[in-house]
């Protein structure tokens, strides 16, 4: 696979725009539906230009853990931050909101379903992740 200099440069400033994209979709979409899921896909896609620009030797050095840990550990935030509610008398999947005073930004509020969100993003961007990998894994 021949790499391209000019695509590795660009994605080299590519990166940390999508990132901060996905952050922003993350944490301002939380009230309306998709955040976490949109996200997800953006990060998805970021690993697709990796694989692109450096091929699978470079998507494998940016990721620090396998995908499917990924999927296994947003699966579990999500259905944790879904059932907690319950064993404090409140609904399944319900929501608090919580106010926390940071310096710089003043006060802050951290709904509970920017968990879930959190954890939805790690399932979309690790379960593509998989997927990229298993389609491009050389057979036997």
């Not at 896909?41 to 690993?47: D, E, T």
């Not at 230009?49 to 296994?72: N, S, W």
């Not at 939805?120 to 992740?129: F, M, R, T």
């Amino acid at each position: 696979m021949k790499r391209s200099v000019i695509f590795d440069v660009a994605l080299r400033g590519l990166a940390p725009i999508l990132s901060l994209l996905a952050l922003f979709l993350l944490v301002s979409a939380h009230n309306a539906p998709g955040g976490g899921f949109v996200s997800g896909l953006v990060v998805a896609g970021l690993f697709s230009l990796f694989y692109v620009a450096q091929g699978r030797a470079g998507l494998m050095r940016i990721q620090f853990v396998r995908p499917v840990l990924l999927v296994g550990v947003g699966f579990g935030v999500a259905v944790i931050s879904g059932i907690v509610p319950v064993f404090f008398g409140g609904d399944l999947l319900g929501q608090e909101i919580f106010t926390v005073a940071i310096p710089f930004f003043g006060q802050v509020k951290f709904p509970t379903s920017l968990v879930f969100d959190t954890g939805i993003l790690l399932v979309v961007a690790g379960s593509v992740n998989e997927a990229l990998l298993a389609l491009t894994s050389r057979g036997p």
